[in-house]
């Protein structure tokens, strides 16, 4: 751990750590309204981020669990750092969503008096139900153990269903919502598992990316590039779902074409397109070509667009049903916000309108950071190769016969 | 069975926020927010109309929770903070709301606030009816329907107060009330039909 | 004279909004840390929070203070906990529920007593008056500063030299009573002659009549106006202006009547009328001179009534403006007016083919010109005819912007009525120069169609339920004293000379009484002594040389404090909480006055004796009322009076000198203006301001206000949002103006920022602010250096004097 503790990358994290639980302590103390939320759009970053990480976290235990499922031996090489980067995440998930309560401590009332008809209560029992997972695939695939292969091979094809059961009812969090236009849609949940995948592996391969290049885990390059073309058929199923959704909205041109055009033309339009055309059309266009794949920087870059993609649509998904409420007038919602205890106009706004606020932004990278930190933490333990006294401070070299070699760990 | 409601004819409304402003006095409503609200419809600025000068049109639509029938809030609590009561009033138990605002996106008509901050109340003593709890920070609230006062067979601060005599309390189930009878005439109406919450608050002419 | 302190002072005293509002937060954020590690904070927040107040015992007091909306109407019931007022509802004791009103005014006093507005301990001026600079001192030095200036101004100036001066303060029937009669000095109250304001229509309209109050009363109680087929509302806005009895002219409408507005902007009242008339603003005496027009020509008068109850038959000198009578003694020695039935009025009895009396039993010719003795004479019909042949619909068109068509609909609609109700508010036709000459139109209206005297008629300013007669006692000050009338009308005070040497202002006369605050700033410096006497800082109080801090209606040192005829009920006025900080009511800073000025003997000692003295001379509504009595009801109790509403003339007698509705008026023969004949604004008409100030500027009454009280009031804020001016999208757009713009509005008198709101509602050519803003809750500048004080000449010869044209004022607006 101490040598953890020298590298400056991760004294940085730590560092975003301790601000961002800082400034968490500081909501606590003073309340939500240190966001940039308020009454008229009571929902902001934290979700956005939530949701993202649902879906960077399934992504990954779906192409995992896939590749024992489906019997893909060449994935199974990649397994380990799935999950452990599907931990990490969901973990930062769950923080998001604890971040964003406004009381906290009153959260155990949820085990005392669950209401069953709540998406929020499913999505907790299902959330808590895919970490327990997480952590049993990730203990047996780490086992040395007889017979640990078997029982990874049972966990994943629980764990494959409770992923896209995860992202599927994160998606019903929204998608059940009679109240909000751009929300109410049978194909939200499909949508958010299709953003799941192609986020997720997007991430992965990032992941796995940054790793090779520090000589903590070698993926092979073939494998790398399957996993590229992978990705960019995920992109184009999550394309397909996004323009199914645009068409449904806009055909009849009623209220679905309102919701639609602040999309396309309004506050939330440069996330849409940013999210349409650098999430989703550049990155298929740059992956669907085997050359392409076959380039390690061109990968990460597509796949970075992808997971940015993946938050623009958090974002334009989130904040665009905000905008108008359903029923209209002056003077409109009153915020509630430390403004609006000033009174008089600060009170009111005809809109939904959002912008997060340092402290918030802070506890959000904060939030992230103990994610990386977690995967850190577990990935040194379990997966990377260890370095030798000879190696340490330069680049590492191949393993040597070491028992913990991850790549024959998950076979 | 009782099913509490409120009937508000906008052909009297004159918009003067009175029951607004009442609610808030009653229910200790701290500063920044209210419960009840009186929009100018289709308007960006208040009292002003609709259309173009000199063929105009204004209505007033006075909006808090609509105690729905089929409320869209209380389905989607997950501690099952928000409920519906037996007097078909949507109350919210304070000491279960955990902040989630799930309830908030799930509310047609944007009827619930929340405190986002620590409840500052100018003056700064809790005014209103000492029956009605004082809410912390971080949980959401709305019109209870006056529950404290109902309970006690008194009507909603708002209907007391109207001073033009736009609003009418009574019991839908009972189909001699006078809220009932308002129900059945033709100009009366719910906001937003089409989304099935059933409200038990009508709007009529 | 102890210093009444209070500890509810610790809590606001000193303390900015701002300041109150980071303290609560720092406090809360503490708070919240401790909440959360409290076990019970955990788990039942609920009672974690409760507050110290409601541990306390609750207590209930009634008591009618409101701030006086026009009418005294609304009875509360007040509920306070640990000494702070805590709930306002309205009283329900009334014997028709539909009395027990309140409104988001009256409620949001638990609010507004506690502002940091509030004056906390009697200043003195420290700086330049108008500054606004002030020490601290004790209420031993105010009162005998106060009272040793009075004293000096008189000997040295006499006592026309000391005016006392109230706007719609605070209090309703406080103030102070009997210093200003004790001390030989004039007063300005509330709503009497001589202040310029609230009198315009009445300016024209009482002669006809013979009834004298500057504000018109109503002449129909409101809840017979379902009666009608027609209720026309002209520059009046009930739905703002009288929430309390707005309810009744909806439910008449519902009942069937027809409710016409006629309004400049689409306001609160207009969107619910079944014809809004948009009229252009200050036109309105060319819309009733051409309605006179349509009547006479079309012969849509009622004829019986004419014959019997106006003066319209009566012959006119037409050359010395003058009434024919048996006799020209119009006044007798002791300068009283003859009546008609000692020197009746003459008209032409066509049978007889000779002048007759008009009380003789002969049947009147209606149109007559003869010349008798070479001198010519008409009926007042004839001359009217004559008169109004020009005023047709289609010239009124031009001039008012209404499509001719509408005007012969409208003046159709309430001549052919079987009973219309006229009504009109002092917010808008009042307001301009000509608001006489609307006054007396209407006079001619009422008196052509007989629209009084019956449940579902009548005429007069707003809309209220009307109290049967049933006088209170009176306090009664020694014979040696006299009530001293005006020098001269309040309204010339700022545009000339006047012996007014000292002003007593109580409430906020000097930013809300006088037009062209420049003018007004420049004759209050001038002045030797200026007191000031107000619960609020409000502006006036810049330009006190001593401020007086006054309690509101709620506080009080004495347990009863007043009492009142409501709504034909006797209502009583108790104490709800002390006086705040080391304030005293009215009725206390009075006695103190009046004790160190020695004239303590002759004021009652608390306002208990007052009010028993009140009741104890009392007619017979009154019986078996008495304080006691009142308390145990809840302090309201019904007066013993017919239920049937109130319906003045219904004898159709006036008290004029013929008994009849006088429609001529010879004061004004010399103005041109016998019979009212339309005249312009001038600013509003002028083309030469127009290209450069192309704006009218409407400072109009709101829900939100009465006056200026209410401006800063949180809670009101909370429904009203900020100082804002009101203008159509054509106007905005042309000056490319957005809702939330901060814009300059100006003219050659004066300058304000706002920010604007683009309205629908708002007529082109017209930009409307709430009016009363405060110059420190505006963006910049005072709202009241742009308005227009030039006085009319001719009003001078009406009875209450000239009217100060607030509403004849034109502006630009730039984006600032």
């Known amino acids: ?411 | 069975m009782t099913k509490l409601g409120i009937a508000i004819n906008q052909s009297r409304c004159v918009g003067c926020n009175t029951c607004s402003v009442s609610c808030k006095m009653q229910n200790r409503i701290p500063s920044g927010m209210l419960w009840n609200r009186v929009l100018t419809n289709n308007s960006e600025v208040a009292d002003s109309a609709e259309g173009e000068y000199p063929d105009l049109r204004r209505t007033y639509t006075p909006l808090a929770c609509q105690h729905c029938e089929n409320p869209a809030c209380q389905r989607v609590c997950p501690t099952g903070a928000t409920y519906k009561d037996d007097k078909g009033r949507v109350e919210i138990d304070y000491d279960k709301c955990i902040g989630c605002r799930m309830c908030m996106a799930a509310c047609p008509y944007n009827a619930r606030v929340f405190n986002w901050a620590e409840p500052v109340r100018d003056p700064d003593f809790a005014y209103g009816d000492k029956d009605v709890p004082l809410r912390p920070k971080g949980v959401a609230e709305k019109c209870t329907l006056c529950k404290e006062r109902t309970d006690r067979d008194e009507e909603p601060m708002c209907v007391k107060c109207c001073p033009v005599g736009a609003r009418v309390y009574g019991d839908l189930d009972d189909p001699n009330s006078e809220i009932s009878k308002i129900a059945r005439l033709g100009t009366a109406k719910v906001l937003e039909e089409h989304f099935g919450t059933k409200p038990q608050v009508r709007y009529y002419k | 004279m102890e210093n009444k302190g209070n500890e509810n002072s610790v809590l606001v005293r000193n303390m900015s909004r701002r300041n109150f509002m980071k303290g609560a937060a720092t406090m809360g954020a503490a708070c919240a840390g401790a909440g959360m590690l409290s076990a019970s904070g955990w788990l039942s927040p609920r009672e974690a929070l409760a507050d110290d107040v409601d541990s306390e015992q609750e207590e209930k007091s009634f008591t009618y203070h409101c701030a006086n909306c026009g009418n005294p109407a609304c009875a509360l019931e007040c509920t306070t906990r640990g000494g702070k007022l805590v709930k306002i509802e309205p009283n329900q004791g009334w014997n028709d529920p539909r009395l027990a009103t309140i409104c988001l005014k009256g409620i949001s006093e638990i609010n507004r007593i506690y502002s940091e507005d509030r004056l906390q301990t009697p200043l003195k001026r420290a700086g330049e008056r108008g500054e606004g600079k002030f020490v601290a001192i004790t209420w031993d030095e105010a009162i005998s500063t106060v009272g040793d200036s009075l004293k000096k101004a008189i000997e040295e100036h006499g006592p026309k030299s000391v005016c006392f001066y109230s706007s719609s303060s605070a209090n309703t029937d406080d103030g102070i009573r009997w210093l200003p009669t004790l001390l030989g000095t004039p007063a300005r109250r509330a709503h009497p002659a001589g202040g310029g304001i609230d009198c315009g229509i009445g300016n024209g309209y009482d002669d006809t009549t013979g009834n004298y109050a500057p504000v018109v009363p109503q002449s129909s109680d409101v809840r017979t106006w379902k009666d009608s087929d027609v209720m026309v509302l002209v520059g009046h806005n009930p739905a703002e202006s009288r929430l309390h009895s707005v309810r009744y002219v909806l439910e008449a409408k519902e009942a069937g009547s027809e409710l016409i507005v006629v309004d400049p902007r689409y306001t609160t009242t207009a969107q619910h009328a079944d014809w809004w008339i948009p009229i252009k603003p200050g036109t309105d005496p060319a819309l009733i001179t051409a309605s006179i027009h349509h009547i006479i020509e079309n012969g849509l008068y009622n004829e019986e009534f004419v014959l019997e109850h106006t003066a319209f038959p009566f012959l006119v000198d037409v050359e010395a403006g003058t009434y024919l009578r048996a006799t020209p003694e119009t006044k007798d020695e002791a300068g009283n007016v003859v009546k008609g039935d000692v020197n009746p009025f003459m008209v032409w009895d066509s049978a007889a083919n000779a002048v007759a009396p008009y009380n003789s039993g002969a049947a009147p010719e209606l149109f007559k010109e003869v010349v008798v003795d070479g001198k010519t004479y008409k009926t007042v019909m004839q001359l009217a005819k004559e008169t109004y042949e020009g005023a047709t619909p289609e010239w009124a068109a031009e001039i008012t912007e209404i499509p001719a068509e509408d005007i012969k609909k409208l003046a159709e609609k309430y001549a052919t009525a079987g009973s219309a109700v006229l009504s009109y508010g002092m917010g808008g036709a009042d307001k301009y120069p000509n608001s006489d000459i609307t006054g007396h139109g209407m006079s001619l209206l009422v008196s052509l169609t007989g629209h009084i005297g019956r449940p579902g008629t009548g005429f007069g300013e707003g809309i209220v339920p009307l109290n049967h007669p049933a006088a209170m006692g009176k306090w009664k000050l020694p014979e040696q004293f006299k009530v001293s009338k005006l020098p001269q009308s309040a309204a010339t005070f700022t545009q000339e000379e006047s012996p007014v040497r000292v002003l007593f202002g109580i409430g906020n006369p000097i930013n809300q009484l006088f037009a062209n605050s420049e003018a007004t700033d420049k004759w209050v410096k001038s002045l030797d002594f200026v007191v000031c006497m107000n619960p609020y800082h409000c502006p006036s109080v810049d330009y006190a040389d001593i401020v007086l801090p006054t309690t509101t209606g709620f506080e009080s040192e004495y347990d009863v404090r007043g009492l009142q005829n409501r709504r034909d009920h006797a209502v009583l006025a108790e104490k709800v909480i002390e006086p705040l900080f080391d304030s005293h009511t009215d009725f206390e800073v009075e006695r103190m006055l009046c004790e160190y000025l020695g004239f303590g003997d002759y004021i009652p000692k608390d306002p208990e004796e007052l009010v028993n003295a009140l009741l104890s001379g009392a007619k017979d509504p009154w019986k078996g009322i008495t304080v006691d009595t009142l308390k145990q009801n809840n302090g309201i109790q019904p007066l013993a009076v017919s239920p049937k509403p109130v319906v003045n003339y219904a004898d159709l007698k006036f008290p004029t000198a013929s008994g009849r509705l006088e429609v001529f008026h010879p004061s004004m023969a010399k103005h041109g203006q016998a019979l009212p004949v339309h005249e312009d604004c001038e600013e509003i008409t002028s083309e030469e301001v127009a290209s450069k100030y192309p704006l009218q500027y409407g400072q109009v009454r709101s829900r939100n206000r009465v006056h200026s009280q209410f401006a800063g009031t949180h809670w009101i804020k909370d429904v009203n949002g900020e100082p804002a001016i009101r203008i159509n999208p054509k106007d905005a757009e042309a000056r490319g103006i957005k809702t939330g713009d901060v814009v300059r509005v100006y003219n050659d008198r004066g300058s304000v920022k706002f920010v604007a709101q683009v309205a629908k509602d708002m007529r082109p050519g017209q930009i409307s602010i709430q009016e009363g803003w405060w110059p420190s809750q505006t963006i910049e500048g005072n709202f009241q250096s742009l308005t227009n004080d030039k006085l009319v000449d001719r009003q001078r010869d009406r009875k209450y004097g000239p009217i100060i044209p607030f509403m004849d004022t034109k502006v630009e607006v730039e984006k600032a």
């Open chain 1, 1 to 411: 751990m101490t040598a953890l503790l020298k590298k400056p990358a991760f004294v940085a994290l730590v560092a975003l750590a301790l601000v961002g639980i800082g400034c968490w302590i500081y909501q606590l103390a003073s309340g939500l309204g240190i966001t940039g939320m308020s009454n008229a759009n009571s929902w902001g970053l934290y979700i956005m981020m939530f949701m993202l990480f649902v879906g960077l976290s399934a992504g990954g235990l779906i192409v995992a669990s896939s590749a024992s499922v489906f019997h893909i031996e060449r994935f199974k090489a990649v397994a380990m750092p799935a999950v452990i980067l599907s931990t990490a995440c969901i973990c930062v998930a769950g923080m998001f969503v604890l971040i964003d309560v406004g009381g906290i401590q009153r959260v155990w009332w949820m085990l005392v008096s669950p209401n069953p008809t709540s998406p929020l209560l499913w999505d907790m029992c299902v959330i808590t139900l895919y970490l327990v997972i997480n952590i049993i695939y990730l203990v047996f695939m780490s086992s040395k153990k007889e017979g640990a292969e078997r029982k990874v091979a049972i966990v994943s094809r629980f764990a494959l269903p409770i992923a896209i059961l995860v992202h599927s009812v994160t998606a019903w969090i929204f998608g059940l919502q009679i109240a909000k236009e751009g929300w109410y849609t049978a194909v939200l949940a499909p949508i958010f598992v299709a953003s799941a995948m192609d986020s997720g592996l997007a991430l992965l391969l990032c992941v796995l990316a940054g790793l090779r290049k520090a000589g903590k885990f070698d993926v092979d390059q073939k494998l790398f590039s399957t996993l590229a073309g992978l990705l960019a058929t995920c992109i184009a199923v999550d394309a397909f779902f996004i323009g199914c959704e645009v068409l449904t909205m806009a055909y009849p041109g009623a209220a679905g074409a309102e919701t639609l055009a602040i999309m396309a033309t309004g506050p939330t339009a440069p996330f849409f397109w940013f999210e349409v055309i650098g999430g989703l059309v550049v990155p298929f266009c740059i992956l669907v070509f085997a050359k392409n794949r076959e380039k390690t920087s061109l990968v990460v870059a597509s796949s970075a667009l992808v997971i940015l993609g993946v938050f623009c649509k958090r974002i334009w998904l989130l904040l665009t049903s905000f905008v108008i409420p359903n029923v209209e007038g002056a003077p409109g919602m009153s915020l509630g916000t430390f403004a609006a205890q000033n009174g008089g106009g600060e009170m009111w706004s005809l809109f939904g309108s959002y912008c997060p606020t340092l402290p918030e932004i802070l506890i959000a990278l904060g939030a992230v950071s103990v994610g990386a930190i977690i995967f850190y933490v577990i990935a040194q333990n379990l997966m990377f190769k260890k370095e030798t006294a000879a190696s340490a401070g330069g680049k590492s070299e191949a393993p040597s016969g070491s028992s913990e070699d991850s790549l024959t760990a998950t076979a």
